[in-house]
């Protein structure tokens, strides 16, 4: 049993106790709106200097877990990944099969789960990952030049690789993801492909590649944001955004691709299951909480669908609809960031800058650079909105990042680090949020909605997040 | 703070006289770090629009729009220099063509072991740079502490 856990009484009492703090913290003292420098030893806004309170509001969310078995359901894991170097990483397994073969695949581990992005890519053997393209020679997609090729673009770096043609399978009862969910003849980005070579200078220009095992740490991502496709409309027309290539005599080249040819979110193309519904217009990730302290390893699981079977209603939980861009309103110390995101990709809550969450970021030459490092523990309090109106209450919790990954575990709840500035009152603003990484994943269960795809009744649905 | 209220003082002022006004005559290239010159080069190659530009008592903002969405603006001091630039939209800018001089120090700074995923924040003596956002809406800025103008905050370029 962990010492964390308490009864839910007592966690009523104790997060009561919290908001009341917390909103004293946010009514008084500095309440300046400019958040400067915040000088010496001052509480940050928006957060308590914390020690039993951080536990409840660690332990105020803690929702069950399906587990596994359903055709419906796959696995989550976070155990710092393929080179045991990746802290709060989570990963599923993909079953990769020749279109139109249940014979010719290959089982691949340590896919990162990513609600931040949208479509499968895989990376090869030739750069450290499993798929093993010799054996397993996928088909390319290709236009009258030549090979497609992808530049998928992230917040810290890019990806680079051929877009070619797969049959998926994921979940399932007995670890067997033929007997799971399917998504057939779909596009994915093969990621160091030798057919079409290193990256493009056109492609560099958007970031560093992530094109190997010490890049990626990770043998694929599986984006499963609340798109369909990675680009969308955009690319169907314009080829200046740079996403995909046609490759020629080992040149590629920025072109137009169709929405058929994007790479895309495999559940948002799964077949029908055998229950008779097709449960495609989303996913659930369900974590359990964990320890202050974090843990070595953490399970959870992946169920597909929302609404559609027995095991993935909404359950009460609160629709965030989500903008044009996948994001959501955070409103934290007097801030509204309207740019906020809720990523299993990212690896912590990244929000605002030192200078203005008063919280200060570790050193360079800390074991957590570039992570908050606060010599106490925070509880911290934030508002999240969605496009439709919802409005909830965030209680979350941050430690001192240098501190706690001195345990070495691979999951944690409290990490967290600086972002971007937040918008500039008289000033031009450019677009800023709240990044709410797998810190915020653990201890419940996140809805991730596709837009464009039925809901349970029939009626497209927009993006939305639901937790 | 000191500098945040002189700041603020002249963003006051500046605004009230300023509006966004469309900038025609003289479209700046937006190259981190190098001088605000007459040539389009940056537009071209980004094929981008400028839109509009606007001046503050202290630094100019010049913003063009990418065909993506993107919008990029550039800060340029009274010395005629581009200390910072920023970004926001659906797809990420060129950063080889915005961020000139800085863009291989940048991209080629050690990423300890890649502890950190998500938002992406580049800190040398020279240069910051934070990149954050997913696909479909990224945003960021980067910027030359050397070179912000006097009294001017870095939170101003965004």
Same mark, same amino acid.
């Given at each position: ?7 839910? =009484? ?210 694929? *991502? *599986? ?41 895309? @979110? ?55 609809? =989500? ?74 919790? *941050? ?50 909605? *596709? ?7 029939? @009626? ?8 | ?8 003082? &002249? ?49 100019? &903002? ?19 220099? &581009? ?38 924040? &580049? ?36």
């Amino acid at each position: 049993m962990n010492p964390f856990r308490r009864s839910t =009484a007592d966690n009523l009492w104790t997060l009561a106790a919290l908001v009341a703090l917390l909103f004293a913290a946010g009514c008084g003292g500095n309440s300046g709106n400019t958040g400067g420098g915040g000088g010496g030893g001052g509480t940050p806004a928006g957060c308590v200097k914390s020690s039993d309170q951080a536990v409840a509001a660690n332990r105020s969310v803690d929702k069950a877990v399906t587990p596994l078995g359903a055709q419906n359901v796959a696995s989550l894991t976070i155990d710092g990944g393929p080179k045991n170097n990746y802290v709060n990483g989570v990963f599923t397994t993909v079953t990769v099969c020749l279109p139109g073969s249940t014979g010719s695949c290959q089982t691949i581990d340590h896919v990162l789960v990513d609600t931040g992005s949208f479509g499968l890519r895989l990376l090869t053997t030739t750069g450290g990952g499993q798929l093993n393209l010799a054996s397993l020679h996928l088909p390319a997609e290709s236009d009258a030049v030549g090979p497609l090729a992808e530049c998928a673009q992230f917040s810290d770096g890019i990806t680079w690789g051929a877009v070619r043609v797969a049959d998926i399978y994921i979940g399932g009862p007995t670890a067997n993801n033929m007997l799971g969910e399917k998504a057939l003849n779909i596009p994915v980005q093969v990621i160091a492909d030798s057919t079409v070579g290193s990256p493009p200078s056109a492609c560099t220009a958007f970031g560093t590649p992530e094109d190997d095992i010490s890049g990626l740490m990770a043998n694929g *991502i *599986i984006g499963i944001g609340p798109f369909q496709q990675d680009c969308g409309p955009g690319c169907v027309t314009d080829s200046s955004i740079g996403l995909y290539y046609h490759c020629s005599s080992g040149n590629c080249s920025e072109t137009a691709i169709s929405l058929a040819q994007q790479v895309i @979110n495999p559940i948002a193309v799964f077949s029908a299951a055998t229950s008779g519904a097709t449960d495609n217009n989303g996913s659930v990730m369900q974590l359990p909480a964990v320890p202050l302290a974090g843990a070595s390893l953490v399970n959870g699981s992946l169920v597909f669908g929302i609404g559609t079977e027995s095991n993935n209603g909404l359950a009460g939980a609160t629709v965030y609809t =989500a903008n044009g861009g996948g994001d959501i309103t955070t409103v934290f110390a007097q801030r509204t960031l309207a740019n906020s995101f809720i990523d299993s990709g990212s690896n912590g809550y990244f929000f605002l800058t030192t200078s203005t969450s008063s919280i200060p970021t570790c050193s360079d030459t800390s074991n957590a650079p570039r992570f908050y490092c606060y010599p106490n523990n925070l509880t911290c309090s934030a508002v999240n909105q969605g496009a439709n109106g919802a409005k909830g209450t965030v209680t979350f919790n *941050i430690a001192d990042a240098s501190a706690l990954v001195q345990n070495g575990n691979a999951a944690y709840n409290n990490l967290a680090g600086p972002n971007t500035p937040p918008p500039n009152p008289g000033g031009p603003t450019m677009q800023t949020g709240f990044d709410w990484g797998l810190t915020f994943f653990y201890g419940r269960n996140v809805f991730t909605g *596709i837009e464009g795809v039925p809901d349970a009744h029939g @009626n497209p649905q927009v993006p939305f997040y639901a937790y | 703070m000191a500098s945040n209220r002189i700041l603020r003082g &002249v963003l006051a002022s500046s605004l009230s006289l300023s509006a966004l006004t469309f900038f025609l005559a003289k479209p700046a290239r937006a190259t981190l770090g190098r001088d605000a010159s007459s040539v389009p080069e940056d537009q071209a190659h980004m094929r981008a629009a400028l839109r509009i530009s606007r001046s503050e008592a202290t630094y100019t &903002v010049h913003e063009i729009k990418l065909s993506s969405g993107t919008v990029v603006r550039e800060f340029v001091s009274p010395a005629g220099k &581009v200390f910072g630039v920023a970004w926001g939209g659906p797809w990420l800018p060129d950063f080889r063509q915005l961020l000139g001089d800085y863009f291989a120090p940048i991209m080629q700074a050690p990423r300890d072991d890649r502890r950190r995923r998500g938002a992406l924040v &580049v800190k040398r003596p020279e240069v910051f740079f934070q990149s954050t956002g997913h696909m479909r809406s990224f945003s960021g800025r980067a910027y030359v502490p050397d070179m912000l103008p006097k009294g001017v905050d870095s939170g101003v370029i965004q």
